[in-house]
């Protein structure tokens, strides 16, 4: 609960941060995290095409090189630190989850006020991972057999108002997209 509560303040802070204090324009973006975003991107582009094992493999080599990166210092800007969320976000343990959403914290922190949403998904999934509920509502599951589900989700922990200041949609519009996706994916 104290990483939960942290986190939340880090993010609230940031988000109060004027225009222009992140001091962003005097940082330089590395073309190989973005390449690495893209890559990991454009191997999610056909989702019902996906080989879940090559994937998987692709995904812990992009992990390992982002990783690298970050420990060499060689990621600077906010675009740096949002494409590495992403990255890490594709993980496979609380780490990775948690990690990605460090990053994603320091991309809003230096002005990406886009990856308020990131930031939002990758605690949601940690929270997942470690057996307690999400409180935002971004992750969605479908269990064989069952229907689309956000389960477990504490729906009552945080306002509309502070998802819609995460980029995140509110509670009706989130059960409406559950519902669109039961009717494409059922």
Same mark, same amino acid.
Request: glycine share 4%.
């Given at each position: 609960?104290? !990483?939960? $509560?942290?986190?939340?303040?880090?993010?609230? !802070?940031?988000?109060?941060?004027?225009? /222009?204090?992140?001091?962003?324009? +005097?940082?330089?973006?590395?073309?190989?995290?973005?390449?690495?975003?893209?890559? =990991?991107?454009? @191997?999610?582009?056909?989702?019902?095409?996906?080989? #879940?094992? &090559?994937?998987?493999?692709?995904?812990?080599?992009?992990?390992?090189?982002?990783?690298?990166?970050?420990?060499?210092?060689?990621? +600077?800007?906010? +675009?740096?630190?949002?494409?590495?969320?992403? &990255?890490?976000?594709?993980? =496979?343990?609380?780490?990775?989850?948690?990690?990605?959403?460090? $990053?994603?914290?320091?991309? !809003? @922190?230096? /002005?990406?006020?886009?990856? %308020? #949403?990131?930031?939002?998904? %990758?605690?949601?999934?940690?929270?997942?991972?470690?057996?307690?509920?999400?409180?935002?509502? *971004?992750?969605? *599951?479908?269990?064989?057999?069952?229907?689309?589900?956000?389960?477990?989700?504490?729906? +009552?922990? $945080?306002?509309?108002?502070?998802?819609? @200041?995460?980029? !995140?949609?509110?509670? @009706?519009?989130?059960?409406?997209?559950?519902?669109? #996706?039961?009717?494409? #994916?059922?």
């Amino acid at each position: 609960m104290r !990483v939960l $509560l942290a986190s939340l303040l880090l993010l609230c !802070v940031t988000l109060a941060l004027p225009a /222009g204090a992140t001091g962003e324009q +005097d940082r330089t973006t590395n073309a190989e995290m973005t390449a690495i975003f893209d890559a =990991d991107q454009a @191997a999610r582009e056909h989702p019902a095409s996906i080989d #879940w094992t &090559v994937l998987d493999a692709a995904d812990r080599e992009r992990r390992t090189r982002t990783q690298t990166l970050l420990d060499g210092g060689k990621l +600077d800007s906010a +675009d740096d630190f949002y494409h590495a969320a992403y &990255v890490f976000q594709h993980g =496979d343990d609380p780490e990775d989850f948690l990690k990605a959403h460090a $990053l994603a914290i320091v991309a !809003v @922190a230096r /002005g990406r006020q886009d990856a %308020t #949403w990131i930031a939002a998904a %990758t605690l949601d999934r940690y929270l997942q991972r470690i057996g307690q509920p999400q409180i935002y509502g *971004t992750q969605f *599951t479908h269990p064989p057999k069952q229907k689309w589900t956000q389960e477990p989700y504490r729906r +009552d922990l $945080l306002s509309d108002a502070l998802r819609k @200041a995460s980029g !995140v949609p509110p509670l @009706a519009d989130q059960e409406k997209q559950r519902e669109d #996706w039961e009717r494409r #994916w059922p």
